[in-house]
């Protein structure tokens, strides 16, 4: 594989860990969140990623087959049921007093951030590489 397709096979996650990191912020900042415009309290979502083949552009740029990458095939809704907590004067509470929150974990979330983040600087390293070498070749060809 050539240093292009480094690049673009980072660029991928690059894109895949930022999309990420904002689905967890997302859950992060509505856990408390009672009411939706969709009805009930928010649902917890996770980003699912899929290997993404980028065999077409690196052809089509005259470059070497079998490079891939990650990209994100879409964002799945949890399906856990909500926690209830007793709260009988909360605008959103039942007939019961029953007050639906939705099921998420903060420390959870936390942890998957740092991974998000913590992907995301690797492959950003991993750019950062990869420009550092193409120009090392450049300047060996130059002299």
Excluded: C, W
Aim: net charge negative; proline share 5%; glycine share 6%.
């Amino acid at each position: 594989m050539n240093l292009f397709g480094v690049l673009q096979i980072s660029a991928s996650a690059l894109k895949a860990e930022r999309m990420r990191a904002e689905v967890v912020a997302s859950n992060l900042a509505n856990v408390e969140t009672t009411r939706t415009p969709d009805g009930g309290p928010y649902r917890r979502r996770a980003v699912v990623f899929r290997s993404a083949n980028f065999d077409a552009e690196l052809t089509a740029a005259g470059m070497r087959e079998g490079a891939s990458g990650v990209e994100v095939s879409g964002i799945a809704t949890d399906a856990t049921a909500p926690i209830l907590r007793y709260e009988p004067s909360h605008p959103d509470a039942n007939s019961q007093g029953y007050v639906a929150y939705p099921a998420i974990n903060p420390v959870q979330e936390m942890v998957d951030l740092m991974g998000a983040a913590r992907a995301y600087e690797l492959n950003a390293s991993a750019v950062g590489a990869s420009k550092q070498m193409i120009q090392q070749s450049i300047d060996i060809l130059r002299a």
